[in-house]
């Protein structure tokens, strides 16, 4: 079974520059995430995507930071404008969602550095 | 609201000794507890979980947890490290499959 892929696995960008980060689930996979992990710290849930719906997007800096979920699978994370604090490891998961198995099965990341 | 402690930001052990790994957990509702383990460079992988079922969680590579209502902990046990535990290890709650919160991490070093 293909895991969760995402690309690119690296990024250097300068401030206020923008990003977009892909995140491709696992097939059938209902929930989606995406996580921001600092370098030292636990990965942060910035958004959560129920099929194409947010479920919860209370930590996403609505500012500069936006995703969606088109159709359903795919996802992207965009930053417009880019800060040096954006730097950080940027983590997908999914699972399927449902209350008696949710487990997160999460991707490579995509390591991101803010110049 | 819910939220975890580690309660170590690092553990070194020798190895073939035990492993013990603190997690203290908050949550208004039933939680679901889980261990994720990051090696360098590497994903982070579920080790084990708790979902209101049996209250000792054995999970991959010889880990294992208890999950205590009364003490609202969830401590991470292997009898023995290998040298292939070392790594970062996060404790996570969740309720109801939302609302996901990672504590800050553990970083295990074993020694040989």
């Known amino acids: 079974e293909a895991g969760v892929a995402q690309s690119p696995r690296y990024k250097i960008i300068e401030k206020r520059q923008s990003v977009a980060f892909w995140c491709n689930p696992i097939s059938g996979h209902a929930t989606l995430y995406w996580y921001q992990q600092i370098l030292g710290q636990g990965p942060k849930l910035l958004i959560q995507?129920?099929?194409?719906?947010?479920?919860?997007d209370s930590q996403l800096p609505k500012d500069r930071f936006s995703a969606e979920r088109l159709k359903g699978v795919d996802s992207t994370l965009k930053i417009q404008p880019a800060k040096l604090e954006d730097s950080a490891v940027y983590l997908c998961?999914?699972?399927?969602?449902?209350?008696?198995?949710?487990?997160?099965?999460f991707g490579p990341g995509t390591r991101l550095l803010v110049l | 609201a819910q939220s975890v402690t580690q309660l170590d930001s690092h553990v070194s052990v020798s190895e073939g000794t035990p492993v013990l790994l603190r997690c203290n957990y908050s949550?208004?509702?039933?939680?679901?507890l889980f261990w994720y383990v990051q090696h360098p460079n590497k994903g982070l992988q579920l080790l084990l979980k708790y979902t209101s079922a049996a209250t000792l969680v054995k999970g991959i590579n010889g880990f294992e947890a208890e999950f205590k209502k009364s003490e609202t902990s969830f401590h991470l046990t292997k009898p023995s490290a290998h040298m292939s535990d070392a790594a970062e290890y996060f404790c996570v709650v969740s309720v109801s499959g939302n609302q996901f919160y990672f504590g800050t991490g553990t970083s295990l070093t074993v020694i040989p």
């Open positions: 998961a999914s699972s399927l969602g449902t209350e008696t198995e949710e487990t997160q099965y």
């Open positions: 995507f129920q099929n194409n719906g947010v479920v919860d």
């Open positions: 949550s208004s509702y039933s939680p679901s």
